[in-house]
């Protein structure tokens, strides 16, 4: 179990470990009983946030170069649908180099583009992935490689109460996470903690902010563009509360830089971006092509992709560029409309690869008054 606690709301909240940690655990667990042909009872991993985990081997097989092990997943006091379940991961150890990994019963296949994982791979995210490497690469001797096969009980039921059947990823769950640790919020806390950041912006005499979902828009903010680090502020999915505290702490001009994904939906008037609240993506974009001359055939496409990465592809082959500034220019309109035209919004677009896509008129000139500053 991970001992670290955090407090939200006055009240004491436990951190908890990702699916992607789970696995990765299980995965070094197996290896090492694999090598060993002894039971362990308890496994050491580090995580991409920097914490160690010490976790409880669950059950555990193991026989000639072969040991299979499973990890509880702890969702701390954040939990989901895989709140308490196992984490199952297999080893077998191979002469000469190399780790493969496979996804076993339970795990979701991807079968649709878009992903970060192509079509008819296992649903392990790259930074689990990336784990499992790690960790079943410090036990293994020098001349023997791994296969690992990563498996979830029950995996393909729990599934059902996942987006997963959405995205076209069928059969299983996914294998997530990017820092390993799942912290534990609940959305009136985080909003408030990211509003007091504008709060103490405007303290400061700051009358221009960054605004940005998440790493990724900060990234392209800082080394892109090279706006000042102290100016960003995250809004994650609650871009509508995050404008309306501008305008409330007399903010004046914000640049806003977010993923297509995500920034797609404000050009249709939505201000919450989570998927569970609204979506509207695929149509968003298929009717602005409409505007833009598309052909049937073109649109009947877009409406087969799940991401919008996905529907990026069929954009370029088919020469529609154009629709990510005119996307651009709609959210910075209702995004000016959702408050009261009290604010100066420009908007920014950027792809998976951090390619930006388009801006709009108002980013245009505010990206270079960004940069003076």
Known sequence: MLERYIIKDGKKMKYGYTTGSCAAAAAKAAAIMALEGKEIERVSIDTPKGWNLDLKV??????????????????????DNTHGILIEASCEILEGSGIEIKGGKGVGIV??????I????????PIPRKMILQEVSQVLPVGKGAVITISVPHGEEIAK?????????????SILGTSGIVEPMSEEAFKDSLALEISVAAKEGKERL?????????????????????????????????LEKCVEHGIKQVLMIGHLGKFVKLAG???????????????????????????QPVIEELFQCVTTEAAM?????????????????????KAEQHVFEQLEIGIVMFSMDKK?????????RLVEEFRNE
């Open 58 to 79: 669950e059950t555990c097989s193991f026989g000639d170069h072969h040991g299979t092990c499973a990890i509880k997943k702890d969702g701390g006091d954040d939990p």
């Open 111 to 116: 079968t649709k583009p878009g992903l970060q």
């Open 118 to 125: 192509s079509p008819g791979q296992p649903a392990i995210n």
């Open 161 to 173: 109460k996942t987006f997963n059947p959405r995205l076209g990823i069928v059969g299983g769950i």
């Open 210 to 242: 960054i605004l940005v979902p998440g790493n990724y828009g900060r990234d392209i903010a800082i080394d892109h563009y090279g706006l000042h680090r102290d100016s960003i502020i995250k809004t994650s999915n609650f871009v509508g509360f995050m």
């Open 269 to 295: 008037g939505i201000f919450h971006t989570h998927s569970k609240v609204a979506d509207g993506r695929i149509e968003i974009l298929a009717a602005n092509l409409g505007l833009l001359g598309a052909r």
């Open 313 to 333: 592809e069929i954009i370029e082959r088919e020469g529609y560029h154009s629709v990510y500034d005119l996307l651009c220019q709609k959210a910075e309109q």
């Open 356 to 364: 930006i896509l388009g801006l709009g008129n108002n980013a245009k």
